[in-house]
């Protein structure tokens, strides 16, 4: 698992070289991202600002901590001709009753979560009208692939926590504004009264910029077209014109549980491999960091997090193209730990644990790393305002739920551990 590019060094590394928040955010801004938010957007956050006034009730008996398991969900906005991925956010939430020793709570609650920008998806994208063809099913209007809205009612996992997946969000809020992080809002409720409640972004972008060189300048369905004419000259294949097509029906995808053709390469293997030797041209046209091209754009600040102020980027986590298109590992299985970089500072920690990623491990008191820290890629403190909001609510600061008083009734007497007590 180890496809660190730098590992335990860049810990090491010399803190005048790297460079700093702003000017990561100023070289940001240069290749075409908005972390200066438009007008627009700095409405909202002001708005959302004076809402995160209303901090939570400190006496209260539960605390509940959000999380969505990828730090960002692509998927495509238009179904007519090719699906690279659905309509697919799903969405955590760990329930905690506060005690002098909390309680990680599975059962006796209701967990309700609603996305109040996005009440409706229908009007958006097309994905309804393909899914039949695409997945086999009909799907009720904003009902998602695994049967769950855009509002209802959360699941224990079995993992210690309660969870909604496959929530059908898009980019897209009611008013038609475009918002690639819209908050959900998570709600705990027992015998019926709410006793906690908590924001937490479902983020997700279309940005996919392909078209940046297949059919540049032209309409998304030229762009499509242009994808599917290449691959059927390249690969024997019959796919334009021929409705809808769903690529991990032939390359294996473990994001969607397809185990495609047999002697196909993966979805992410042939992306990567094949695009690994094209990706030159983008730095000519002055964009800096490749894996924008597709994930998912260079507008979309898909890795928002504190890495990001400091001036770690993708590669240094992932390795490049070919390295990610490296036969030997497992797409969406052999994934960055926090663990390969950190342990060199704090030795004392557990991270992940064992055969885990960090978006399925626990650590002190069985709580989910991504509760305290933030999904991948947007762990605290973030850039965007609506990742930090949830820590804001409930602990007055950004940046990982460090406040013992969050879960702890009184102050404990002993000190923290990071790992999990089991
Ligand atoms: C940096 C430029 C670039 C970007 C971005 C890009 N492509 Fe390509 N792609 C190419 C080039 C160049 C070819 C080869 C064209 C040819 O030789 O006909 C290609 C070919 C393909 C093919 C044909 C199969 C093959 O042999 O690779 C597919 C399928 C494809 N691209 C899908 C995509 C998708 C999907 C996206 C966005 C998620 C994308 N590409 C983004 C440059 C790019
Ligand atoms: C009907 C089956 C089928 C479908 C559907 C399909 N592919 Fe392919 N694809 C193939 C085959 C076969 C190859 C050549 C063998 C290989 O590379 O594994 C291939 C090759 C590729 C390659 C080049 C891989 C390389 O290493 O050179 C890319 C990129 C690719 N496909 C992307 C896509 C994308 C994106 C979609 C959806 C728009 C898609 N494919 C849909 C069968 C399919
Ligand atoms: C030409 C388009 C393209 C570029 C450029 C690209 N990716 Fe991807 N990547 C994809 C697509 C499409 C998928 C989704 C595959 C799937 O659904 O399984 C993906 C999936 C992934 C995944 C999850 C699956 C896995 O293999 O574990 C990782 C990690 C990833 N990309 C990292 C990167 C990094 C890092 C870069 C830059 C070095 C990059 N990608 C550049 C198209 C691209
Ligand atoms: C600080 C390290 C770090 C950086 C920087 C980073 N990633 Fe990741 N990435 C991770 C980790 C850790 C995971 C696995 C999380 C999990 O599944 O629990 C991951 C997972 C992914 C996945 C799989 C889906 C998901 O969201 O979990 C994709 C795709 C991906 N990264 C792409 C990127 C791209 C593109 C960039 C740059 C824009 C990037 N990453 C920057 C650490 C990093
Ligand atoms: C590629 C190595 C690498 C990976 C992987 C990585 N980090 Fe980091 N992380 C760093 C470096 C380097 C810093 C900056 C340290 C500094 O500025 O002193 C950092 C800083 C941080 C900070 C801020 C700490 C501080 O003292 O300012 C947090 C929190 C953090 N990382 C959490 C995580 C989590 C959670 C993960 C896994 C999802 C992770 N990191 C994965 C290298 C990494
Ligand atoms: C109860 C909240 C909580 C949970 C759960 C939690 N952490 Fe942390 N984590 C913290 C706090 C607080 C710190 C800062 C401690 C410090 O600076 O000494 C931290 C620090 C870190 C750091 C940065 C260490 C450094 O070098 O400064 C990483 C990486 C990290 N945690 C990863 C994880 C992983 C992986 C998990 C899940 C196995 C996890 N955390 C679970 C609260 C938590
Ligand atoms: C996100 C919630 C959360 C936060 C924040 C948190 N804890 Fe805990 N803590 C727990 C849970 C849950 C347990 C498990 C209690 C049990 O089952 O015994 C626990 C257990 C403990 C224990 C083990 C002894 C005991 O009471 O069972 C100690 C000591 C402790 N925490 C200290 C701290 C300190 C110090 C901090 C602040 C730096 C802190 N905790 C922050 C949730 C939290």
Redesign the pocket.
């Given at each position: 698992m180890s496809l660190i590019g730098v590992s335990g060094t860049a810990l090491g590394a010399d803190p005048a070289s790297e460079p700093t928040g702003k000017q990561a955010a100023e070289a940001y801004r240069q290749i075409g991202g908005f972390l200066q938010p438009p007008p627009r957007r700095q409405q909202q956050q002001q708005q959302q600002q004076q809402q995160q006034q209303q901090l939570q009730p400190v006496n209260s008996s539960y605390v509940v901590l959000g999380f969505n398991d990828l730090g960002m969900h692509c998927m495509n906005q238009d179904f007519s001709q090719l699906c690279?991925?659905p309509p697919y956010n799903s969405l955590h939430a760990q329930v905690i009753r506060r005690g002098r020793e909390p309680r990680v709570v599975s059962s006796g609650v209701t967990v309700r979560y609603r996305i109040p920008s996005n009440t409706t998806s229908v009007t958006k994208t097309n994905f309804w009208q393909f899914a039949p063809q695409l997945f086999g099913v009909n799907l009720l209007p904003d009902v998602g692939l695994a049967g769950n809205g855009l509002e209802g009612v959360m699941t224990p996992t079995g993992d210690n926590d309660w969870a909604a997946i496959g929530i059908p969000v898009t980019p897209i809020d009611d008013n038609g504004f475009l918002n690639p992080y819209p908050l959900a809002k998570i709600q705990v409720e027992s015998q019926g009264v709410a006793v906690a409640t908590t924001r937490a972004v479902v983020p997700v972008s279309w940005e996919i910029s392909c078209n940046l060189c297949h059919a540049p300048g032209a309409t998304n369905a030229m762009v499509d077209a242009d994808i599917l004419q290449r691959h059927d000259q390249k690969h024997g294949t019959q796919l334009l014109g021929s409705g809808s097509v769903l690529c991990?029906s032939c390359h294996a995808?473990?994001?969607l549980g397809t185990v495609g053709v047999p002697g196909v390469s993966?979805?992410?293997h042939a992306?990567?491999g094949s695009?690994a030797d094209r990706?030159q041209p983008l730095a000519d046209m002055g964009y800096v960091n490749?894996?924008y091209?597709?994930?998912p754009g260079f507008k979309t600040n898909c890795q928002r997090d504190v890495h990001f102020a400091k001036g770690i980027y993708?590669?240094q986590c992932?390795g490049?193209?070919a390295a990610?298109a490296n036969p030997a590992r497992t797409?969406?299985i052999?994934?960055p730990t926090c663990g390969s970089c950190h342990a060199a500072r704090q030795h004392e920690f557990d991270f992940e644990e064992p055969g885990k990623l960090f978006k399925e491990s626990r650590g002190h008191g069985n709580v989910h790393c991504a509760a305290c820290h933030g999904s991948p890629h947007a762990v605290g403190p973030a850039l965007t305002v609506e990742d930090n909001i949830q820590a804001i609510e409930h602990q007055g600061y950004a940046g990982v739920i460090s406040k013992c008083t969050v879960c702890h009734t009184s102050m404990p007497n002993e000190t923290f551990e990071h790992k999990r007590d089991d």
């Open positions: 690279i991925l991990a995808d473990p994001a993966s979805l992410s992306m990567h695009h990706v490749a894996c091209a597709c994930h993708c590669t992932h490049d193209m990610v797409p969406w052999d994934e």
